[in-house]
């Protein structure tokens, strides 16, 4: 079974490879299948049912044997004669698979006079393979809808006109135009125009999110409300959302730990199989005089009852409902190995600005002295700022314009490298910079504020003229709201936190107080980070580590598993990441965790089910209690069915 569908799984490999995975107009290849009902195989498996049901009356019903026995073996024909041809195939090549258990067994069973249940072995073998097959398709169903959801054309601005073209003849730098209720069909910005954005395909979003001209769009999304105009940044290969496919198909090639084991005992398995069932065939036959026919027809049952489908399919399509139900939430995991890591973690490292902060500061506190209004200080602090591109600057600008407050005129501007500004409103100088800066000026500043301030984790501002300091502005990055209680799930779990940051060590303090994390280390380059993981990997074996993907990417690699936030407007952050959460949603994080519990604990059951069964089943198989249709109604395709309908449980765990 599992060969046919490794056979099936190259075939559509190729396919891609040929026509150019995430080009909208192979997707439309992969989707054009006939409804469940209308397959080949399932057409095949009804008449093959039919003509079984007919033998079945003919042989107890009509006793016309001989007919029954045709009819058993037209069964066979139909349904079973991928089965065969794959028995002869792994024959010789010399590696023993379940196709070559079941075609034993039903050679066996017709030349004992059995041809009923060679023909059930086949039948419900048949069956059992469809469902296996059946289950991997319907498992990757987000990827295909994802894939279905990037539209075949695109709306290109041509001049004056718009020409509808196909998606993979897009060059980049081209206009298209989206239109309200569309699809996004490349990725983009918007130049013209504005929206509400679904983009729930991509990252799982709930509530769609607003673009204005600059914002970046991504194929696949679908735009709401407004006239959009988007200037094309990647090709129909190079989408966000060809990489997402790419990404997931390319993880379940990739075997989990268990996966492994589960290929490796198989590997052996059915060796050690065949040979007891040879000698349960004949050792009582030869020592003991029994007959043969009987003891014959068990070794046959034990063939069938101990062929490893349910066993080894119990850990693959369980992973791959995982890997795909994560994709559904806006996560990709690129291997099960991952998947299955994460439940180990003892410990979770959080890079803090970006991560476990929003990376832009605000303005807190806006403390006037020396009789200065707030306003006054503020308009004073956002007229000097008013020119830098500095994060700081920045933040103050945009309270003054939050407050109303309208900035004045600035002349003679100058701006002193990493102290501060000056320049001149309405006549007269003032200041805007660190402390400093303002000593080395010889202005006098409130030093017991700054340290109380400082002692919060905020950046503080000193704003002067040239006698006497005006007012003090605090600023901080903001924390994520989400922090707080992912941060309180965690340790619940008993997975100790610690944060990392190149902030001093007053700010990593207070920030690390607020969200309450285990341990912090601060003022760390780049390099000090993977230290600092490095450390944490010998103390407690299993480590994961939360950042932006980019500057991270050393801690990231170092880590057992590395995930990055906000995935979706970074290429290096999809590549370089273990695992990839498309939006800055740190709940993914506490999602992932239970995700990875319940596809291990969903593959346990199924290794256990399979094992306690098949091993019940043969042992029974010796006093002659299971007959051969039994054995593969109940101990094969009933299993295999039962292993299939827990492992899509699995997509019943919530992200939020």
Not at 127 to 154: C, D, G, H, N
Not at 185 to 200: E, F
Request: with cysteine.
């Amino acid at each position: 079974m599992r060969q046919n569908m490794q056979a099936n799984k190259e075939k559509n490999t190729e396919h891609k490879h040929q026509s150019g995975i995430g080009c909208s107009t192979c997707s439309v290849d992969l989707e054009r299948k006939p409804p469940f009902w209308k397959q080949r195989e399932l057409l095949t498996i009804a008449i093959s049912g039919i003509i079984f049901g007919l033998g079945l009356y003919l042989e107890f019903k009509a006793k016309v044997y001989f007919l029954a026995q045709l009819l058993f073996f037209l069964t066979v024909v139909l349904s079973g004669h991928n089965i065969v041809k794959n028995a002869v195939k792994s024959l010789l090549r010399k590696r023993l698979d379940m196709n070559f258990l079941m075609s034993i067994a039903a050679v066996g069973a017709f030349s004992i006079g059995h041809g009923e249940e060679g023909a059930a072995v086949i039948f419900l073998f048949s069956i059992a393979e469809f469902l296996e097959t059946y289950a991997a398709e319907r498992a990757k169903k987000s990827i295909a809808s994802l894939l279905k959801l990037a539209p075949e054309k695109a709306l290109v601005k041509k001049g004056d006109k718009e020409v509808l073209v196909d998606v993979n003849k897009v060059k980049v730098g081209e206009v298209i135009v989206v239109k309200p209720g569309d699809r996004i069909p490349l990725d983009g910005v918007v130049i013209n125009g504005a929206s509400t954005v679904n983009q729930a395909p991509i990252t799982g979003e709930s509530m769609p999110v607003a673009k204005q001209k600059g914002d970046s769009v991504f194929a696949g999304t679908i735009n709401e409300e407004g006239y959009l105009e988007i200037k094309v940044t990647k090709s129909s290969k190079e989408t966000v959302l060809s990489k997402i496919v790419k990404i997931i198909e390319d993880a379940q090639k990739r075997k989990s730990k268990a996966e492994a084991f589960i290929d490796r005992f198989a590997k052996y398995y059915t060796p050690v199989v065949v040979m007891l069932s040879f000698l349960v065939m004949t050792v009582p036959t030869l020592v003991f005089g029994l007959e043969f026919s009987e003891w014959f027809y068990r070794g046959l049952v034990l063939l069938v009852v101990s062929c490893p489908c349910a066993l080894a399919i119990s850990t693959p399509v369980s992973m791959v409902s995982g890997l795909t139900s994560a994709a559904r939430n806006g996560v990709l995991i690129k291997g099960g190995s991952y998947l299955e890591e994460i439940k180990n973690a003892k410990v979770i490292a959080f890079d803090k600005t970006g991560t476990l902060t929003e990376g832009k500061p605000e303005v807190t506190d806006i403390i006037p002295l020396n009789n200065y209004s707030k306003e006054e200080l503020l308009k004073i602090s956002a007229s000097l700022e008013a020119k830098s591109k500095h994060p700081l600057a920045e933040a103050i600008v945009k309270k003054a314009k939050e407050k109303g407050v309208k900035t004045e005129p600035l002349e003679g501007f100058e701006s002193v490298a990493g102290k501060g500004l000056k320049g001149k409103i309405n006549g007269k100088v003032f200041y805007i910079g660190n402390r400093n800066f303002f000593k080395e000026m010889k202005i006098d500043f409130p030093e017991r504020t700054l340290e109380k301030l400082e002692e919060q984790g905020k950046t503080v501002v000193l704003v002067g003229n040239k006698t006497h300091t005006l007012g003090v502005l605090a600023l901080m990055d903001k924390i994520r709201k989400e922090s707080f209680e992912v941060i309180n799930q965690l340790k619940r779990k008993g997975i100790r936190t610690i944060m990392l940051t190149g902030d001093n060590q007053k700010v990593a303090k207070a920030i690390a107080q607020k969200l309450g994390v285990d341990e912090y280390y601060a003022q760390l380059l780049p390099e000090d980070k993977v230290k600092a993981i490095d450390q944490l990997l010998k103390k407690y074996k299993h480590v994961v580590m939360i950042g932006d993907g980019v500057n991270d990417a050393p801690a990231l690699a170092k880590a057992h598993v590395g995930i990055a936030m906000g995935a979706i407007g970074s290429d290096v952050a999809i590549e370089t990441a273990d695992i990839a959460l498309m939006q800055d949603d740190l709940t993914k994080v506490v999602y992932l965790i239970n995700l990875s519990k319940k596809t291990l604990s969903v593959v346990k059951q199924n290794v256990i089910a399979s094992i306690s069964i098949k091993g019940s089943f043969a042992i029974l198989a010796f006093p002659g209690v299971v007959s051969l249709w039994l054995a593969v109604a109940v101990g094969d395709l009933g299993l295999s069915l039962a292993v299939i309908l827990n492992a899509l449980r699995i997509g019943n765990v919530k992200s939020s």
